[in-house]
């Protein structure tokens, strides 16, 4: 028997995939994870770390190597944290992606069903159309990219393959601004300094530049000046003030320094005008493929209302309006809402209603005044839904609950729990693909109510 200890050498097999693209291996019955090891490939690798249940492993030498691997087209792979899967090709990222959702619903759900094949991404480069660059300062100079994996130490990016040209362009220019200015980057230990992250956000027809600081900068007139010469398809500056030791980007004061801070874009047909504090999915292609999946498990017609939980600025939401016959979308941010609001006037849609609420709260709320939908569609964020929500939604009885998500592990849990408390039967699992080279995958899920 092989003995598990730090730095000892042993020859593995992979045998599949840990949820952040890891190998898993096996020795000697213990569980292995070794970074950038594929599925079927053996290797030769050094124990780095042995915890209680699991260890961890490094490649020392790969002994034969998978058909699937590719060499990385970004040159800060694996170091930059943002990425975890360039070393796959197109097949072997979409088996990965499908298994992780596969495995969160058998292993934390208990369910049998098995999930679609993942619907894949056309683009697998420059398809975000929102990119959050930290900063920090390095040697006394400015830098901006992504943090290191498990670390907020900033790995210098001068482009990053996954965003626009016109985002990397426009973070260079605010670090030059930075340099030459001498506006210090913000250092979460001392909590001094000052920008914090650069975020850019582009529609068909704009693009919206957010600083975001631990209080207002000096020579922001400059800043804009240099912005709008060099980047013309900017139609908006803002500037976010985030004084709080916190991990969180956005703070809560937005102030407009220069033209729209409101990006618009179309999607499903739909034009969309989004505050910098409205969620947006960041593949539009893939996003208008996961709404129709959404739309094709709702099955709505115009005689059925649906309760659209976790709205934000009304995409999902206007979507349903156009096959019910009344809509309820709720969002806490009320910046979403008051865009929602408008997005609805602008489409012409008048059968759709829109409430700032916590989910939790407005769910518990509607289930007490006895609103009965015909269909929920819940899109929460990573962390899901809190129990709850699933009780309310439970109470309201709707025939079909669509529930979108980005995190398979939570959106199991929360299936788990929903087909435990009401009588629901998994129908439909479908991952899709929003996030090329990471390991983030979004699925549309369809559970109907056994009458």
């Known amino acids: 028997m092989e003995q598990l200890v730090k730095n000892s050498i042993h020859t593995v097999l992979c045998t599949g995939y840990t949820a952040e693209a890891m190998g898993v291996c096996r020795i000697d019955g213990r569980v292995v994870f070794v970074a950038g090891l594929l599925r079927g490939e053996t290797a030769e690798v050094q124990i780095i770390k042995v915890a209680e249940r699991v260890a961890y492993g490094k490649i020392n030498k790969l002994l034969t190597v998978s058909p699937h691997r590719t060499t990385p087209s970004c040159a800060h792979f694996p170091q930059c944290g943002g990425c975890a899967t360039w070393h796959m090709d197109s097949e072997e990222e979409a088996y990965f992606k499908t298994a992780r959702v596969q495995d969160a619903i058998e292993r934390i759900g208990g369910f049998s069903l098995t999930v679609d094949p993942v619907i894949p991404s056309e683009k697998a480069i420059r398809y975000r159309n929102k990119a959050q660059f930290p900063v920090g300062m390095q040697n006394g100079k400015v830098v901006s990219g992504f943090y290191r994996q498990r670390s907020h130490a900033v790995i210098p990016t001068d482009d990053c393959l996954l965003q626009t040209k016109l985002a990397n362009a426009v973070v260079s220019t605010v670090r030059n601004w930075m340099e030459e200015c001498s506006i210090p980057a913000y250092d979460e230990i001392s909590h001094k300094g000052m920008i914090r992250h650069v975020f850019v956000r582009s529609g068909d027809t704009s693009a919206v530049l957010c600083l975001i600081s631990k209080s207002k900068p000096k020579y922001l007139d400059e800043l804009i000046s240099r912005v709008r010469n060099t980047h013309p398809e900017i139609t908006g500056i803002v500037l976010n003030l985030n004084p709080d030791k916190t991990n969180v980007i ?145 109470t309201m009885k709707p025939s079909r609950v669509v529930y979108v998500s980005c995190d398979p592990a939570t959106m199991a849990r929360d299936l788990k729990y929903l087909c435990e408390t009401a009588p629901y039967t998994l129908t439909r699992v479908t991952p899709v693909d929003l996030f090329p080279k990471t390991y983030h995958v979004e699925s549309c899920v369809l559970l109907c109510r056994e009458e």
């Open 250 to 394: 956005l703070g809560k004061k937005t102030l407009t320094l220069w033209g729209d801070a409101n990006m618009t874009d179309t999607l499903c047909g739909l034009r969309f005008t989004l505050a910098p504090e409205a969620f947006y999915q960041v593949n539009h292609d893939q996003a208008e493929r996961l709404y129709e999946l959404a739309l094709e498990y709702a099955d709505l017609d115009d005689t059925q209302t649906a309760l659209d939980l976790y709205c934000g600025a009304g995409t999902i939401t206007l979507c349903l309006a156009r096959r019910a016959k009344r809509v309820l979308g709720v969002e806490v941010v009320p910046e979403a809402i008051e865009n929602a609001k408008k997005n609805a006037a602008q489409n012409g849609v008048s059968n759709a209603e829109f409430f700032c609420a916590d989910a939790t709260d407005a769910a518990i709320n509607l289930a007490k005044r006895g609103e009965l939908p015909d269909v929920v569609v819940v899109d929460p964020p990573r962390k899901g839904l809190t129990r709850e929500v699933v009780d309310a939604i439970a």
